[in-house]
């Protein structure tokens, strides 16, 4: 085993957006900082959409979420501010709304139930008549029956977000080891660091695990913190306005269709994102002809000009899904392993919160109160349950 001259305070297993943020925020706060990942900037935020949909997005169930979900919505704005400030570069982030839309008396009805739980939450949407909606987007279907305005539910361009927060992270003097990460190491019922694809070991204080749906998969975790996160598929289409339609759609729009959700993200350069399908198919991430099919079908039926665009891009990635639907933040029964991992829908718009959440726990030890239901500890057994790693997995101190 070849030891890398490396030490950090932080070690950050994962460079997509979660495990970037995690680092830029705590190289800011003066941690010296690593990120493993043979590409970072890549991950499921290359796939993703990027609604900031804390509200459209609220499901049964998920009121606890929801908190958290606002609690980054609001802090989007200066995150992007001094994202782009730190960089140089934009992210996209554009404050143009949400409208959902049915169009049939089931969409309707389902559509009602979600105003009435948006409004007990105490969230603002407003009830829109199908005539009001098309005024507001000409392009939707004649036979919209009404909607939902969201004025609050914005959208970033998860792409350009990933590139910004490497640049943030290399000027904030975050060290890219650019190779998978092959195995935690742990030392007297401690994380040590993580020994790298080609043998290098490389240690840390604190190591954090930010590998979205291959969270659970990463070797060397003794069996009480593997986190239970499992890849849910996502297919997302990109088809591009010409200048001759613009503006095709001024906000998001979205709808649920038949029980599939589809919805439609204008961006301000002409791109417009269709998704998503949603599949338990594993580590599948094939575009099939019938994913496709039922995204332009449903998309068709809300927006029947998007026919005459052009299909520059379809592709399909996996979120990183937990029991509870809501993300595991801060440390684990093993001292030294924190996760930031199991975002599922949210992982965009869970961003900033959870930069801040995480390099606040990995300086001072305490995770804010925001954070706090969201422990790993809620699915796992408490420390004291912690099973010894096998013996190959340790390192003398
Ligand atoms: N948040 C959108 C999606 O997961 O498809």
Known sequence: MRTCGN?????????????????????????????????????????AAGMLAAVTELHYGEQMLLGLNLASAARYPEFVAELEEATGQGTGFRTCGTLSVALDSDDRAHLRELHALQQRSGLDSEWLSGRECRRLEPMLAPGVRGGLRVDGDHQVDPRRLASALVTACERAGVVFHRVWAQRLLVARGRATGVVLAEGTETSAGQ??????????????????????????????????????YAPFLSR???????????????????????????????????????????????????????????????RAGLRPASPDNAPLLGPTALPGLHLATGHHRNGVLLTPVTGDVMAQVLTTGELPEVARPFTPGRFGPSPAALSPAPASQEQPA
């Open 252 to 314: 998001t729009v979205r709808a649920v269709v038949r029980g599939s959700h589809v919805y439609l993200v204008p961006r301000a350069n002409g791109e417009l994102v269709v998704g998503a399908t949603s599949e338990e198919l594993g580590w599948d991430t094939t575009v099939t002809a019938g994913g496709v099919y039922e995204l332009l079908r449903d998309a068709h039926e809300l927006v029947p000009g998007i026919t005459e665009l052009p299909l520059t891009e379809t």
């Open 7 to 47: 030490t950090s305070d932080v070690l950050v297993v994962g460079g997509g957006i979660i495990g970037l943020v995690t680092a830029w925020r705590s190289a800011r706060l003066g941690l010296s900082t690593a990120v493993i990942d043979p590409e970072p900037g890549g991950g499921a935020a290359g796939v």
């Open 207 to 244: 190591v954090v695990l930010a590998g979205g749906s291959l969270s659970g998969r990463f070797e060397g975790l003794p069996e009480a913190v593997v986190p239970p996160v499992r890849p849910v598929k996502g297919q997302v289409l990109r088809l591009t306005v010409p200048p001759a």
